[in-house]
């Protein structure tokens, strides 16, 4: 292993301990919040006319040691820039979970983030708009948001100190389904408004942590299918929206992670959309695990088998062109 390399892994393992909560330096604070933020859209979201909801981000953590956010009834997304002491030129755009109900910020947002960016990945966690709260795109309102960041981060790759060559995407749960929406849909869900919607929006990498993949019984997430189609989709909706009956021809170096005792979103989302994946001859890397539930993270599996996952994408990542080697 190479010098890089163990400074690599050891940045992971500090950061991941803090993520935690149990870091070497006895942390008992949560870190402090990036403050670089940017707007998706400067003169408003497309299609909100019609929405009433107001915005909200809850906390759920009683201990100071960590916070435990969702954002709900965003109506102006916005990227969150976390960006490493030592950037090597790869970007993330991370985007949580939550059952298109909601999108957690730290579990799957930041401390995730913190991870990677570690590793010198400069990262961006999207707080994204969600399906049922009233935007003329319905379903599509979330990968609106998701192709417009990546096209943001990709026109703006200069000012990050980012090859626009080097811009995976990492996906968890609910957000892993949008994640893959974002790298097999090949058309664009919205007007241009601006120069940047002239890049490229797939991904040059994929993360997706236990997603949602199908949207069909008996495997689907019930609440992530309602929350996207409404409580009574028709078999056509269902198998639009399903990962795994995409066509998947051409999308980028693919990587899955899930754990077998996941009884939220269970593997076979996974192993379903590893078949189709391979179907279509996507450079592919799973990865399951015996323990862990769903939407682990990374504070939540700290001592498990499972904490290994971001050493295991960032070493696809390097076989992949991702990372420097």
Not at 32 to 56: H, S
Not at 118 to 135: E, I, M, Q, S
Request: aromatic share 8%; proline share 8%.
């Amino acid at each position: 292993m190479t010098d890089l390399s163990r400074r690599t892994l050891l940045g992971v393992a500090a950061v991941t301990a803090a993520a935690a909560g149990t870091s070497v330096s006895a942390q008992t604070v949560a870190p402090a919040d990036p403050t670089e933020v940017v707007r998706l859209w400067p003169d408003g979201a497309p299609g909100g006319e019609t929405v009433t909801v107001t915005a909200i981000v809850p906390e759920r953590s009683t201990d100071p040691a960590f916070h435990d956010r969702y954002a709900q009834y965003t109506t102006d997304p916005i990227l969150t820039v976390m960006r490493p002491d030592r950037p090597n030129g790869a970007a993330l755009l991370l985007i949580p979970g939550g059952g298109y109900k909601w999108a957690v910020l730290d579990k799957e947002g930041f401390d995730v983030a913190r991870v990677f960016a570690a590793a010198g990945v400069t990262c961006f966690v999207l707080r994204y708009r969600l399906p049922a709260d009233g935007w003329a795109a319905g379903p599509n309102a979330p990968l609106q948001d998701a192709q417009r960041a990546m096209r943001l981060i990709r026109a703006h790759a200069a000012d990050y100190g980012v090859d626009p060559a080097r811009i995976a995407s990492l996906g968890a749960s609910a957000g892993g389904h949008l994640a893959g929406l974002l790298a097999a849909r090949p058309d664009a869900t919205y007007t241009a408004v601006d120069d940047a919607d002239e890049t490229v929006f797939r991904p040059d990498l994929n993360i997706l942590l236990y997603p949602v993949a199908t949207l069909a019984d008996p495997y689907a997430h019930a609440g992530s299918r309602e929350y996207l189609l409404g409580p009574s989709p028709t078999p056509e909706q269902i198998a639009d929206w399903s990962l795994d009956r995409m066509d998947w021809t051409g999308v980028a170096p693919t990587v899955l992670i899930h754990a077998l005792d996941d009884a939220s979103v269970p593997p076979e989302n996974s192993l379903q959309l590893l078949t189709a994946l391979r179907a279509a001859e996507v450079v592919t890397e799973a990865h399951l695990f015996q323990e862990g539930g769903h939407g682990f993270g990374i504070r939540l599996i700290a001592g498990k088998p499972a904490a290994v996952w971001p050493e295991l994408v960032l070493a696809f990542g390097r076989r992949n062109g991702w990372l420097s080697a």
